[in-house]
């Protein structure tokens, strides 16, 4: 359906992208996961014909995107990082004008806005000029505008940004509707809940590269732990985490504040060694919990970053 | 044609949209217009013009000098007043007066001395003197051809029919006589002047000796203007007067609708920053009907703009095209195309709105200027008159003068139309050229 092949962009000296390669099948949903400036939307807007890649190809059902009135472009809808509506006119008259883009007209174009406007749940809001909208009612709007011509392949690029989560839930249950019918989805965020949640495959980018791309269960497998036990302790006074490395099963120690994070390859033969070299050492504890790694922890894992807030 | 006719309906609707804009772009204009409408004649002239304050200081108190400022006061252009010498200098200082005549003492004397002599008596020319405005030279020059035209009046009046005017004929006789600096033959040729006019006086006491016995009024005397002006506007008509208005709309329309056109390119320099520039791109339309549908929408509100102008200038000021109205639509459907052309080429040569607005600005006002909408281009030199032959905006004003007040054929419009198209398809070429379709520059 989808196949980005070694793609690379550059703005001058600055590699926005470099060798990214992925593919999406019909009916899959991939994740681009990634810091802020990792190189997401210049790969959306590489697919989506907005930017010519330097090298590397984009193939859509095996063709590629090679001029703007290409029909090959009706195959794929578009959600801007942006938002990309005019205040100034209803919602029905900006869905009436997008639908035009793709030359619908007249009753075609009607239904098509109807069905829209019923899949984001604003169909009772259809006369109002968008600028009386929430900012979940615009992004979700955003979302119906880029389904008008019936796309096979949708670009969301970080559609819930600003969003509460009320909403950010309305638009993941129209992704989950779309992702029914069958539509390929590329979604762009750096939010791994999302990530999770809706993906089949997730590709992780990082300045400009992909460092995984596997599925959500085959990234954990990436990860040298399957668990992470957390121990408050009551003192910290002189406590050495990587003493605890000599432990058999730890993988890795670390103290946030008076918090112990210690990652084991197998919880039930390591927790009971953990615990008790912790009371033969005198650091007493008041509280121990056990957590699954998550895709922050494979990002961390992988770049030896946090997911968020990495430059 | 679907997306293309979208794309412009888009524009129109989000133009009409913006009660703002529209009021910006057509009643700004108006008022504008109107005001200097006013200014510039008015509906058919009627409008009184201001008269030029003038002070007067009389230092010679002698018949010509009250001549002289009876004069002055009696002309319709120039609003006189008696003063002190100190008076008059803090008034021009201040504004309240154009200029300050000073009639020195001895003046009546040594003018009418000078009338016959030209100085060559060895006694010099008296001296006028004028304090002025500098701020006001257009006026100066105005007075002093008035001034000019009353003193050879009151000066000659009174040496040839005043009392004073006998004596200094007496007088100058004697001094010519006498004089040995003058050549023989100039002495010979004065002393007859002198002695006709001697005689002239004589013979007009006599005259008014027996008018006065049979109750008739006093002989007039002296030199007057050897000419009167018939005064004839030359308009599209033996009585089609000129509307001042019709420039000052065309003037003024030309210039908001640049602004508009300038007011396009912004717009579209921060669509390519939005997310619609990303949506627009995404769906299969050509790069003609993005451009192109942009043309054909802003020349459409161009148009419209300039139609509602020159609508309401018919319906309040009487404002009439009274030229080729094939040759008004023309003009103006060339200048709406090269507004729309003017305002893609600010977009493709910006880089970002913010610095684009500046220097687009100081542009068009240049444009506007040398186009003559604000004062007509006959003020400038020479040389700028020349110059402005390459602006378009002054094609496009004479263009609409021409079809509206000035009545001309539609012959008269082929030129403004053709050159105003080439402007047009020059902004068009190098906006196309230099447009940055991707958003990374």
């Known amino acids: 359906m989808l196949e980005v092949k070694g793609v690379t962009k550059s703005y001058g000296k600055l590699i926005a992208v470099t060798g990214v390669s992925f593919r999406a099948d019909r009916g899959e949903t991939i994740g681009l996961l990634g810091p802020n400036g990792a190189g997401k939307t210049t790969t959306v807007s590489i697919i989506a014909g907005l930017l010519s890649p330097d090298s590397g190809e984009v193939l859509i059902e095996s063709k590629q995107v090679k001029s703007d009135t290409d029909p090959v472009k009706l195959k794929i809808g578009l ?233 | 044609m679907i997306p293309f006719m979208a794309l412009v309906r888009k524009d129109l609707r989000l133009f009409f949209n913006d009660r703002r804009a529209v009021i910006v772009a057509i009643v700004v204009p108006i008022v504008l217009a109107s005001f200097f409408g006013y200014l510039f004649g008015g509906q058919k002239g009627s409008t009184e013009m201001a008269k030029v304050p003038v002070l007067m200081i009389d230092q010679d108190g002698s018949d010509i000098s009250r001549g002289l400022i009876t004069q002055l006061a009696g002309d319709k252009n120039l609003d006189v007043k008696p003063s002190s010498l100190d008076d008059a200098r803090d008034a021009v200082r201040k504004g309240k007066a154009t200029a300050a005549i000073v009639i020195p003492k001895d003046f009546g004397k040594d003018a009418g001395n000078a009338l016959f002599t030209g100085g060559k008596t060895g006694a010099s020319k008296p001296e006028l003197g004028v304090l002025y405005d500098p701020s006001h030279n257009v006026e100066l020059g105005m007075v002093k051809g008035i001034l000019s035209g009353a003193v050879m009046q009151s000066v000659t009046q009174e040496m040839f029919s005043g009392r004073s005017g006998r004596e200094m004929v007496n007088q100058s006789l004697a001094e010519v006589q006498n004089n040995s600096q003058i050549p023989a033959e100039d002495r010979k040729a004065l002393r007859d002047l002198l002695g006709g006019v001697k005689e002239l006086n004589e013979r007009q006491d006599q005259q008014r000796g027996s008018a006065a016995a049979s109750g008739q009024t006093e002989l007039s005397g002296g030199l007057s203007m050897p000419y009167v002006t018939r005064e004839e506007a030359i308009t599209s008509g033996v009585d089609v007067q000129y509307n001042g208005y019709a420039h000052s709309i065309a003037g003024m329309g030309v210039q908001f609708i640049l602004f508009m056109g300038l007011d396009v390119g912004i717009a579209l320099l921060l669509l390519r920053q939005s997310g619609l520039w990303q949506r627009l791109r995404a769906a299969p339309l050509s790069r003609a009907t993005l451009l192109g549908s942009r043309t054909v929408s802003a020349a459409l509100i161009a148009g419209f703009i300039l139609l509602v102008l020159f609508g309401f200038a018919r319906v309040v000021f009487g404002v009439r095209i009274l030229g080729s109205f094939a040759g008004f639509v023309g003009v ?48 400038f030199p020479k040389w700028l008159q020349k110059l402005t032959l390459v602006v378009p905006t002054r094609w496009a004003i004479d263009g609409l003068d021409g079809m509206t007040w000035r009545g001309l054929g539609f012959s008269s419009a082929v030129a403004p139309i053709a050159v105003l198209l080439l402007f047009t398809l020059l902004f068009a070429v190098v906006a196309v050229m230099r447009f940055r379709w991707r958003t990374d520059g």
């Open chain 1, 79 to 311: 959600v801007p990082q942006d938002m990309a509506l005019y205040d100034q006119l209803s919602a029905r008259d900006n869905l009436t004008f997008f639908a035009a883009l793709y030359s619908i007209s007249g009753a075609k174009a009607k239904q098509a806005i109807n069905e829209a406007l019923d899949l984001v749940a604003l169909s009772d809001r259809a006369g109002d000029k968008v600028i009386t909208f929430s900012g979940g009612m615009k992004r979700r709007l955003n979302l119906a505008a880029a389904l008008l011509h019936d796309p096979q392949i949708l670009l969301l690029d970080e559609p819930t940004v600003g969003v509460d989560p009320q909403s950010r839930n309305a638009i993941f249950d129209n992704l989950e509707v779309l992702k029914k019918r069958g539509k390929t989805l590329i979604y762009t965020t750096h939010y791994m809940e999302e990530a999770e949640r809706l993906c089949d495959r997730i590709v992780i980018i990082d300045h400009g590269r992909v460092v995984a791309n596997d599925t959500l269960q085959g990234l954990h497998k990436l990860l040298p732990v399957t668990n992470i036990i957390a121990i408050e302790l009551d003192r910290t006074d002189g406590f050495k985490p990587e003493q605890m490395l000599a432990l058999p099963e730890v993988t890795s120690a670390e103290l946030k504040q008076n918090t112990l994070h210690v990652g084991v390859r197998d919880l039930s033969r390591g927790a009971p060694g953990i615990l008790s070299w912790l009371s033969e050492n005198g650091h007493s504890y008041q509280h121990v919990s056990s957590e699954q790694p998550n895709l922050e922890t494979v990002f961390l894992t992988l770049t030896g970053r946090s997911l968020r807030d990495s430059k």
């Open chain 2, 332 to 379: 103006c459907a060339a200048f709406s195309l090269m507004t729309a052309a003017f305002g893609l080429m600010v977009a493709a040569l910006g880089k970002t709105p913010e610095a684009t607005r500046g220097y687009s600005i100081m542009a068009t006002l240049i444009m506007v200027m040398l186009g003559g909408a604000w004062v007509p281009t006959f003020i």
